[in-house]
């Protein structure tokens, strides 16, 4: 699966970004707009400019609920409706679910609140299982106790 992004401009957030990702990440400092590529890629948020391609094909607000059929999204955190309760909403958790869905593409947002070295390594560890199976992880994160995650 390929990834590419060609000129894509999000608001005030992203400007001219063009990327082409097989398996990655992309690491930034807060409000650089990670979790906001990451909602467009998952098709939830328009652009403004530029596309989105997945294996060669433009993403598109009536091509996105396809695409999203080989994506599974992990957010920075859930909110679960009243009456919802049985669903997992850590973090470790959403990701696992993730990892056990075998899409073929996994947008893992940051997590909201800092990991202890133990989760971290769990976290590690999931996403290098994914990405050893042929699947593609697009992750976004800040520096986690000065080491960087990286997926190839």
Not at 35 to 56: E, F, K, M, N, Y
Not at 134 to 147: A, Q, W
Request: include cysteine.
């Amino acid at each position: 699966m390929m990834l590419e992004l060609h000129n894509v401009c999000i608001g005030d957030h992203i400007r001219q970004l063009s990327l082409t990702l097989e398996n990655g990440q992309i690491m930034g400092m807060h409000g650089t707009g990670k979790t906001i590529l990451l909602r467009a890629v998952a098709g939830l948020i328009p652009i403004d400019a530029g596309h989105i391609c997945i294996d060669g094909e433009i993403l598109t607000p009536e091509s996105a609920p396809y695409f999203r059929r080989f994506m599974a999204y992990v957010p920075q955190h859930l909110s679960v409706p009243e009456g919802y309760q049985q669903i997992p909403t850590d973090y470790l958790s959403l990701l696992r679910r993730a990892v056990t869905s075998d899409k073929q593409l996994l947008l893992v947002d940051e997590p909201a609140a800092p990991l202890t070295g133990e989760q971290l390594q769990n976290v590690v560890q999931l996403l290098t299982d994914v990405v050893s199976q042929g699947r593609m992880v697009l992750t976004v994160t800040n520096p986690l106790n000065n080491h960087y995650l990286q997926l190839c």
